[in-house]
């Protein structure tokens, strides 16, 4: 079932780059993966409804027969609501949008583009390491240069765990400020028997 979603995807954003063979021609894929439509849980069926949309934008001699499959009772009718929803709004897309419109709606993935997670920043934000860097300097030249950097990790020295028993480590007592202490010299509290 894992592949039939990883095709679907593939043939619906990349589709039309070998639609030039005639073993993998535009009704050639439609068909291969609905044969496997009856097969998959609802999950896989929402990514094949909307590969079917994409291929109505890639290859538009084939929009009869995947409105067919679209208009179908199965999908209209079903018990998920996801996919009568999908197969009910795919349907008017493909019937009253323009091709340029669809082409808009349903343009390629954009590029995924890198980025740190944030997860990852936090975790190096609370890391127990400190970096330094260093300059290196340039032996060609008499003025210093950054040729190349060092990275120098100093770990932290690590805490003492106070509730760990098993361990030896000595725990100062602190001893707490006196009531007395607060008050200014010469001023006494006590109980009299007065």
């Given at each position: 079932?894992?592949?039939?979603?990883?095709?679907?995807?593939?043939?619906?954003?990349?589709?039309?780059?070998?639609?030039?063979?005639?073993?993998?021609?535009p009704?050639?894929?439609?068909?291969?993966?609905?044969?496997?439509?009856?097969?998959?849980?609802?999950?896989?069926?929402?990514?094949?409804?909307?590969?079917?949309?994409?291929?109505?934008?890639?290859?538009?001699?084939?929009?009869?027969?995947?409105?067919?499959?679209?208009?179908?009772d199965?999908?209209?009718?079903?018990?998920?609501?996801?996919?009568?929803?999908?197969?009910?709004?795919?349907?008017?897309?493909?019937?009253?949008?323009?091709?340029?419109?669809?082409?808009?709606?349903?343009?390629?993935?954009?590029?995924?583009?890198?980025?740190e997670?944030?997860?990852?920043?936090?975790?190096?934000?609370?890391?127990?390491?400190?970096?330094?860097?260093?300059?290196?300097?340039?032996?060609?030249?008499?003025?210093?240069?950054?040729?190349?950097?060092?990275?120098?990790?100093?770990?932290?020295?690590?805490?003492?765990?106070?509730?760990?028993l098993?361990?030896?480590?000595?725990?100062?007592?602190?001893?707490?400020?006196?009531?007395?202490?607060?008050?200014?010299?010469?001023?006494?509290?006590?109980?009299?028997?007065?």
């Open positions: 079932e894992n592949m039939v979603k990883v095709g679907a995807y593939i043939l619906g954003e990349f589709g039309n780059l070998i639609a030039g063979d005639e073993r993998s021609g009704i050639v894929q439609f068909k291969l993966l609905h044969s496997m439509f009856h097969l998959c849980s609802n999950t896989t069926k929402y990514i094949l409804l909307s590969t079917y949309i994409k291929l109505i934008n890639l290859f538009p001699e084939i929009k009869l027969d995947i409105e067919e499959v679209l208009k179908h199965n999908q209209l009718r079903n018990s998920d609501a996801e996919i009568q929803q999908r197969a009910m709004e795919y349907t008017k897309l493909s019937e009253i949008a323009t091709s340029d419109l669809l082409a808009t709606v349903l343009e390629e993935m954009p590029q995924f583009t890198e980025r997670s944030s997860l990852l920043a936090k975790l190096k934000k609370k890391s127990n390491t400190l970096v330094k860097e260093k300059e290196i300097p340039d032996t060609d030249n008499s003025s210093t240069q950054i040729v190349a950097k060092e990275t120098e990790v100093v770990a932290k020295p690590p805490e003492p765990n106070l509730l760990d098993n361990t030896s480590t000595v725990v100062a007592e602190i001893e707490p400020a006196g009531f007395l202490d607060s008050f200014p010299t010469g001023f006494t509290v006590g109980l009299s028997n007065s």
